[in-house]
Every structure is written in structure tokens, then in C-alpha cells.
């Protein structure tokens, strides 16, 4: 059937809207995944429910058009990346709801993996698979990829913990397998399928030694091909179809949700961190570990492997053990875990294990402890390696890590023959090995320049060397992985002939028109795994070693409205890329070129918080607000304005005064809701025009007066700008503004509150940085004002909102002779321990803003909240930033919006009458969506204390 895109977007657009996609940048933006892959799909659609997917299904079907599924496009074997139609579950299908006491979940596709384990959290509980990408990969890509990890293996891994599913097959058909009508109606619907999964199982049984292969390939991890296993596991046809679904990376359907058992979280935990004098030894206690396990399986949970290349790179890392200081070429080590519920039980565990490793001798001394501070610590090694590896590469090389799995028999042979190999190729000085042992599944990464015709030719010659020693020795190319375009050519290879007979017939079975996901798992190019790969542009320096994991994107704010960390970076390097051409005479890219500068202006640029929080997730501690920031600040925009503005400040805040008392005068006479809905019209026609809320600010008029006490104890409150011109709406829960408030704390603690003469034509420069210029003209003032009036830095200084606070501690640390404070940590820190608390009875909303967290302040804030409440304390953990972003709040409200529909969502389900946090403009947001008041955590100090 003839291909017909253009037909296919039509028709999407009619029930999908906005939501569907065909321009150039976001097309490159959202067909980004962790893979070595680069492949541009020709339109994008964003699903947010089952009925969408199955009218894609039948369009699809209609117009000849592939469709490939995305989650969170964490993968790494190219399962998710086309060059069709992208689907993307990404940003809905976030339901979940424990059942039957935590015995199972059911969890929508959208849902991640650590979310999935916060929610089971308090029964001690959580799900089976545990890969690395936990806090990113979602519950469909774990599913449809058999995702496993270092504790669960093959006996807690999706395939074995599944007890239904919902899919929706190539031809719209929704089968949900927990529901009997469901089943029902589709046994008569498709008996087709029922009939030909059961005739292959039949073919299988018949061949005994095809059906003994089959079952001693699932004795390892293996993620190779489709689950074969679940053929001969399951009689039901209904059974066999689903565990199929395991591990089938959405190339027969795609997987709406899934209930999956739980499995216990141990309350204690005791590690031992061993080295051994080379990687064949580590290899050798690893097969004892194995053997002990198959004994008494309850005994270890995890046995991490590293070679000296990994201890070598997380040698500078802060919060490693001295040990490792002592590590010489070619140790390696163990990292072993053991839990229970039972201390005692515990401590005899390790002691078995210590006692059947005493053969093989270690060369440093073991390091064993049951303190979660410190072995928390020996395992950021663990989890330090992939990311510091990769920041260690050369500029413009991919990051590319294989998995491998050997029986335990194989281990130590197949562990010195990946060395082998790595050598043989080049990759001996420019690769590490690490594993999860107990599975005998050894990881490896290497960075080659795909672009450089050597070093690929290399890494293609890598991938076939391993891939044919793999399987010559029984053992899984992909064990956890999933197959993908990198392995898809071998899946014969290490199935053999009649096992990939049977592959071909699966997918025929459920996708006989080749729609889902083509060349994935099962290809006619033998060459898929060298197509496409991913060519790096050299960026800025802090920006290039981006490895486009997508660990950033679950804590941006725009990732629902707009891009995501990593593809800012993508967008920033494709524009890059194309200037460059353009320079060199490529006249033909002008076009494309002119397009991205136009469109990033708004999705780039306009919608990043620049909140930073990406930095936090980020692996190697990229800062992709950068980006933004550095956009703007080589693009000034109305600079001799701004100049005007910062040095005529009490002016300005004048007229901000003025304008909260004008809108106030509007909504008295129009009524709230009715002015929101008048400014959202305007904001339709005059972009720059402000949004209102319905708990808009009034403007304050309190006298900012000192306060001087008998005491001694002095402080300088450097009331900020936004601050001076706010007063909480008369829908707040404490109509004082917050000046009144730090007083009335002060006074009861004893402290004289100083106000610097000429207050309010101060500023903190926060709103000027996009200003050099002004910024470090506004420092100088700054700096010689406040550090004459508090006596060169004898008295503290205060500012009452956390991102001018943080902004202004930045500016005034080069100095080194002032003391900053933001308002909540000066009332934790100084104020008290002289006050009295008496706690109230109720629960409360805490919120924790990005400037703060990034300051590491969360506890802080939460220990204050402590004092004041016996109540709970109510957090949605999932927002790092609510997008308000200064004065993006009022011009670009959408990015407000869009960060807080998770928070909304949360907070629905509490009955709470009041929230705190430190920032008045994000509290406007925050009391928007949630419909009852936030207010700074001061409010809530001062009515609970005497």
C-alpha cells in the first residue's frame, strides 16, 4: 500500500488537534531517544487515551503509515526511534492504583517506574524490575522492553510478575485480560489469533529440541527476539498473548497498562564492598555468589560488578570510599547486597557469604557495613560510572553501551572474552565493564566518533565480533535491553533457524500489514545496526557531552507544553550545525535554518523556566537553562528600557502599586473570574499583555519602618522589589503583607529589622541577568551599599523571596563579606531557637521552590514546617519547578499551567485549606491551581508562635 503521510496528518488533526506534529523542529526534537539512533519521523502525535490510539491504529492501517510507540524514550537499542508516525504516551496515561493491599499495582503506560515504588513505599513493597533508568523509563517502555535491573533477574522481571494487561492490537482491538467480557469478545473477534498462537505452541511442543532450547535460553536474562517462553509456559491462548506483549517493544501492539504484582522491600540492608586483583577473579567469586543464591535465593539480592576502568573514573568523586584511592591496574571489584527484614538475619547472611568467597583472595582490605550513609556511598560508584565515563569522552563521541548475558558456567570465560575484544577492536583504553554478576550479565561502554570512518568500522566490527561469540556460547546478545534495530539482524544468529521461524510468525500473526514499529526485532537489512546513527556537532562545552538519556525531562517544567532539556540541547545543536553549513556556502539550509531560529524563539526559549533543575537529574550536571539565558543575554531586548527601569526603581515599583490597585478596582467591578477570562481574550490578540488571577496581589501600602529593640541582635531586611509592591489577595488565608510578618517574628525573637535608606530604588538585579552591563553595575551598587550598613558584614542580611534571595547570595559571594540569607533560612537558623512554638492541628501543602532545592534546603524547609504542624505535611515531589518563572507567570502563563497539572492533580485528593512556600510570585500559581491559599512559610511561623 502507498504511503500517504500527508492524508494520515489530516485526518489525526481532526480528533487529536494540536496534538499532532509535522513541522521540522519538533519533529527532530521529539524523535530524540537514549539510543545510538538518529532517525527524524515524519509526523509526531501525542495520545492521551486508549480511543486515540486505536483510530491511529485504523488510519494508520488506511494510508500505508508505520507507527512506533514512545514512552520515555529511554531505551537504548533504537525500539524507539522511527522514521514514521511517533507515537508518544509520554505525557498522559499517568494513572496507578494499588490493589488488594498492595499485593499488585495497576499502572497506566505513562506512569515512571520510581513513582510506581514512591506509591508502594509505605507497604513496603515495590515493583519486580529494577533497571538504572528506574527515575526516568516508564511503565510501558519497562514492560515492552522485559526491563530488569541489578536486583530482580529472571524471577522478578515483567514476564514473571504480570498478572493482566491492556493492549491495543494493530487492528484497533482492545484487549484488557483482567476483564472476562473483554476476553470474550475478543476470543470471537479474533479467533485468527487465538488459533495461530496456539498452532505455534503446538509446533514447539512437537519439537523437543526445539522446545529444550527455548526453555534454556530463559534460564538467563534474555531479551533477544520476542518471549518465546511464554509458548510453553502458558496453555491459555489468552496468557500466551499477553506475556508475548513482554518484551515485543510495541512492534505487536501497544500496551495501555498493566497490573503487575509486587514483590517485598526489605527494611535493612548490609554491602560489602570487595576488590580483587583482576576482572577474571571478580568473575570467579561472582560464579560462587551465584551458586550460594541458587541455594538460598533470599540470601543476596545484588552483586555489581566493576573493572579498574570504572574505579579509575569515580576516583575524584565526592563521597567515595578511601579505598579506592588505593586501587592499582587491573583490580576490580564486587558490590554486594544482602537484605531482610531481620538484622540478625542479616548479619548471618553476610557472614555465609564472606565464608564462600574466602577462596578466592581479595586485595584490599573488605569494606562491610548495614549504615545506609555509608554504603549509600559505596554504591554512587555504581551509579557514578555510566555518567562519569561518558563526561571523560572526546568531543563529538557517542555514548554507546551493550549488554551481554553468559550462564553462570560461561561467566569467567565470557568475562575475558569481552576484554578480548575490546582490545581487538581498539576500545582496551576507551571502554568500561560493569554487571549485574548474580544474572551474568556484564554491561560495557564504549565512545566511539561515528563520524570518523575508522573508529565506527571499529565499533561495527565490535558489535558483529561479540554478537557471534555470544551466541556460539548459549548466551543472550541483548539481555536486558531490548532488541531493537541493534540487534535485529542477529536475532537468528542466536536463535537459530526454526526459533526465528517462529519470530517471523508471531509478528505476522499480530501485525500482518508491517505497521508497528517496522525493524524492530524482526529486519530484512542486515545492516539496520549501521544505519542512521547518530552524528555529534560540536556545541559549547558545557552543553556537548549531552548524552540525550532524557533523565532531565521528568522535572521540566515545559516538558508538557513545549521541549524538554534534551531537546533544547538537540534543537541548540542542529542550529549550530546549520549555521556552520550556511557559512561554508550550504545556501540551500538557509531556509531550514531561518525556521528554527524562528520557532525556538518561542519553544526553546520563551518557555524555559531557566529554573536549572535540569542540572539536578542530569548524570554530568548539565545546566540547559543556559541555553536560554545565554540566548538572551546575546540578544538583548529593550536594554536602554531595562537601564531606565533598574535605575529609577521606586518608579517602577510605583507603577506596579498602581497597576495591582487599578486591576484590583477592575475585579471589584467585573468580578474575578470575569477579569482572568478578559485578560485571557487580550492575551489572544496582544501577546505581551499580562495575565490576571483570581488571587492576584493587591498592592501593598505598609510603611517599611525600622523596628529597633533593646536588644542587640540586629538584622537587614532587604525587602525585594516584587515584595514591596505585593499584598496577598484578599483571597489568602492571612491578609498581612509580609514585611508585617518577618517584624512580628523578629519582635517576639528580640531582634531590631533595619530597612536600607532608599529601599525601594534597591533591586537584587535578579530580573536584570539577561543584562551584563547592568547586572554588574547593579552588584557595585549593591555591595558598597550593604556592606557599609551592615557593618562590613557583621549584620545578617535578609531578602523575603527565595529567588532574589539565592540570585543575590550568587552576586555578593564573589565579595565574600556579606552574610545573605533567604528569609526561611533565617528564621530556621537564627530565629528559632528564640521562639516558642506551639504547633497546630492541621495539614498542610509544602512546597518546596526550585531556587531553594537547588540550594539543597528542602529538609530545612520541611524541618521548620515540622515545628509548626502535628499534621501531615503534604508534598507533591514530582514538581521541581511550577514555571512561574518571575514574570513569565503573567506573559507566558501557559508554562505556569502546563508545570502544574501534575501538582493540581495531587492536591485534589487532599482536603487542605492552606499551603507554604517561600516565593510570592509561585505562590500565585500555586494558589490558582489548587484553589486554597499558599503563602510564605513565615505565615505559618509566626501564627504558631509566641
Not at 479467533?191 to 503446538?202: A, P, T
Not at 578511601?322 to 576490580?332: D, F, G, T, Y
Not at 581487538?424 to 568500561?432: E, R, T, V
Not at 517496522?518 to 559549547?540: A, G, M, Q, R, Y
Request: hydrophobic share 40%; aromatic share 8%.
Amino acid at each position: 500500500m502507498q504511503e500517504n503521510y500527508d492524508a494520515f496528518f489530516t485526518e489525526a488533526r481532526g480528533f487529536l488537534n494540536e496534538r499532532v506534529f509535522k513541522d521540522y523542529l519538533r519533529r527532530l526534537a521529539y524523535g530524540i531517544d537514549a539510543s545510538c539512533y538518529r532517525y527524524i519521523p515524519k509526523i509526531v502525535v501525542w495520545v492521551k487515551d486508549e480511543e486515540e490510539v486505536q483510530k491511529l491504529c485504523v488510519l494508520a492501517k488506511k494510508h500505508g503509515v508505520s507507527l512506533t510507540f514512545r514512552a520515555a524514550g529511554s531505551s537504548l537499542s533504537g525500539q524507539a526511534s522511527c522514521d514514521g508516525v511517533l507515537v508518544m504516551a509520554t505525557h498522559f496515561f499517568k494513572d496507578a492504583k494499588i490493589l488488594d493491599n498492595a499485593t499488585s499495582i495497576q499502572l497506566s503506560c505513562g506512569v515512571i517506574g520510581s513513582n510506581a515504588n514512591a506509591l508502594l513505599k509505605p507497604y513496603h513493597k515495590k515493583i519486580g524490575p529494577d533497571p538504572s533508568t528506574i527515575n526516568t523509563a516508564m511503565i510501558g517502555g519497562i514492560v515492552a522492553n522485559n526491563a530488569s535491573g541489578m536486583c530482580c533477574g529472571v524471577e522478578q522481571n515483567s514476564y514473571k510478575t504480570l498478572k493482566s494487561l491492556r493492549v491495543i492490537l494493530a487492528d484497533g482491538t482492545l484487549l484488557d485480560t483482567a476483564n472476562q467480557e473483554s476476553v470474550e469478545s475478543f476470543k470471537n473477534a479474533r479467533k485468527d489469533l487465538i488459533e495461530g498462537v496456539l498452532n505455534l505452541r503446538k509446533e514447539i511442543l512437537e519439537d523437543k529440541e526445539l522446545h529444550a532450547l527455548i526453555k534454556k535460553k530463559y534460564e538467563i536474562k534474555n531479551t533477544t527476539g520476542y518471549s518465546l517462553n511464554a509458548l510453553i509456559d502458558f496453555e491459555d491462548p489468552i496468557e500466551i498473548i499477553s506475556h508475548l506483549f513482554i518484551g515485543s517493544e510495541g512492534t505487536l501492539g501497544f500496551i495501555s497498562s498493566v497490573e503487575l504484582e509486587c514483590v517485598k522491600d526489605y527494611a535493612y540492608k548490609t554491602c560489602a564492598l570487595l576488590f580483587y586483583e583482576n576482572l577474571e577473579q571478580c568473575a570467579k567469586a561472582a560464579q560462587i555468589l551465584a551458586a550460594l543464591k541458587a541455594k538460598q535465593p533470599e540470601m543476596i539480592s545484588s552483586a555489581e560488578l566493576m573493572d579498574y576502568a570504572c574505579l579509575k573514573s569515580v576516583k575524584g568523586l565526592e563521597g567515595m570510599p578511601r579505598v579506592i584511592l588505593e586501587i592499582k591496574e587491573p583490580n576490580a571489584c564486587l558490590l554486594i547486597q544482602s537484605e531482610s527484614d531481620d538484622p540478625l538475619i542479616l548479619e548471618n547472611n553476610m557472614q555465609t557469604i564472606l565464608n564462600a568467597l574466602s577462596t578466592i583472595p581479595v586485595v584490599l582490605d573488605s569494606q562491610i557495613s548495614s549504615d545506609p550513609t555509608i554504603y549509600q556511598s559505596w554504591w554512587k560508584i555504581r551509579k557514578g560510572i555510566f555518567p562519569i565515563a561518558a563526561s571523560q569522552r572526546k568531543s563529538q563521541s557517542s555514548v554507546i553501551i551493550e549488554d551481554v548475558c553468559f550462564s553462570q558456567e560461561n561467566f569467567v570465560e565470557g568475562t575475558k572474552a569481552i576484554e578480548g575484544l575490546l582490545k581487538k577492536h581498539g576500545f582496551k583504553d576507551n571502554s568500561i565493564i560493569f554487571g549485574h554478576a548474580l544474572s551474568g550479565n556484564l554491561h560495557f561502554v564504549v565512545t566511539p566518533i561515528l563520524e570518523n570512518e575508522t573508529e565506527r568500522k571499529a565499533f561495527e566490527n565490535l558489535v558483529s565480533d561479540m554478537f557471534l561469540m555470544v551466541s556460539k556460547s548459549s548466551g543472550s546478545i541483548k539481555a536486558e535491553h531490548g532488541t531493537g534495530r541493534m540487534v535485529a539482524p542477529f536475532v537468528e544468529m542466536e536463535w537459530g533457524e526454526k526459533a526465528y521461524k517462529i519470530h517471523k510468525q508471531i509478528k505476522e500473526l499480530f501485525d500482518p500489514n508491517g505497521i508497528l514499529n517496522p525493524d524492530v526485532i524482526i529486519t530484512n537489512d542486515k545492516e539496520i545496526h549501521t544505519k542512521n546513527l547518530k552524528s555529534i556537532h560540536p556545541i559549547e562545552e558545557h552543553l556537548d557531552m549531552c548524552m540525550e538519556c532524557g533523565f532531565c525531562e521528568r522535572v521540566c517544567p515545559s516538558k508538557d507544553l513545549s521541549l524538554t532539556p534534551r531537546q533544547r540541547i538537540v534543537i541548540h545543536r542542529e542550529i549550530e550545525r546549520l549555521k556552520e553549513r550556511v557559512s561554508h556556502g550550504h545556501n540551500e539550509d538557509q531556509v531550514l535554518l531561518d525556521e528554527l531560529l524562528k520557532e525556538s524563539e518561542y519553544l526553546a526559549h520563551a518557555t524555559c523556566a531557566v529554573c536549572h533543575m535540569c542540572s539536578v537529574l542530569c548524570p554530568l550536571g548539565i545546566d540547559t537553562g543556559k541555553i536560554a539565558l545565554n540566548y538572551y543575554q546575546k540578544n538583548p531586548k529593550g536594554e536602554k528600557i531595562a537601564s531606565k527601569i533598574l535605575n529609577n526603581m521606586q518608579t517602577t515599583t510605583s507603577m506596579a502599586r498602581f497597576s495591582l490597585k487599578s486591576a484590583r478596582l477592575v475585579q471589584n467591578l467585573i468580578g474575578s473570574h470575569n477579569l482572568v477570562s478578559l485578560t485571557k481574550g487580550i492575551k489572544k490578540f496582544i501577546k505581551p499583555f499580562p495575565k490576571a488571577f483570581n488571587y492576584m496581589p493587591k498592592n501593598n501600602a505598609y510603611p517599611l519602618e525600622n523596628k529597633t529593640l533593646k536588644s542587640e541582635e540586629k538584622v537587614i531586611y532587604f525587602s525585594t522589589c516584587i515584595n514591596r509592591s505585593f499584598a496577598p489577595s484578599t483571597k489568602m488565608a492571612d491578609k498581612r503583607c509580609i514585611q508585617e510578618v518577618f517584624e512580628s517574628l523578629c519582635q517576639k525573637a528580640k531582634v531590631s529589622v533595619m530597612y536600607p535608606n532608599g529601599l525601594n530604588a534597591l533591586c537584587c538585579g535578579k530580573a536584570f541577568i539577561n543584562y551584563t552591563d547592568l547586572t554588574k553595575q547593579n552588584n557595585e551598587k549593591n555591595h558598597a551599599i550593604f556592606l557599609e550598613l551592615s557593618d562590613r558584614g557583621k549584620i545578617p542580611i535578609v531578602l523575603d523571596h527565595s529567588a532574589c534571595s539565592t540570585h543575590f547570595f550568587k552576586q555578593m559571594k564573589a565579595y565574600k563579606d556579606l552574610k545573605v540569607y533567604d528569609l526561611s533560612v533565617y528564621i530556621e537558623e537564627v530565629l528559632s531557637p528564640k521562639l516558642k512554638f506551639n504547633p497546630i492541628n492541621e495539614d498542610i501543602g509544602l512546597y518546596t521552590m526550585c531556587a531553594l532545592k537547588l540550594e539543597n534546603k528542602e529538609e530545612l524547609l520541611f524541618n521548620l514546617a515540622k515545628k509548626c504542624t502535628l499534621g501531615e505535611i503534604v508534598i507533591h515531589k514530582e514538581t521541581g519547578c511550577c514555571g512561574f518563572a518571575g514574570n513569565k507567570g503573567f506573559f507566558t502563563p501557559e508554562l505556569n499551567e502546563s508545570a502544574l497539572n501534575g501538582f493540581q492533580a495531587f492536591y485534589q485528593s487532599y482536603d487542605l485549606k492552606r499551603g507554604f512556600s517561600t516565593s510570592s510570585t509561585c505562590e500565585i500559581g500555586l494558589s490558582e491551581k489548587t484553589h486554597f491559599s499558599w503563602q510564605h512559610i513565615a505565615y505559618l511561623v509566626d501564627a504558631c508562635t509566641l
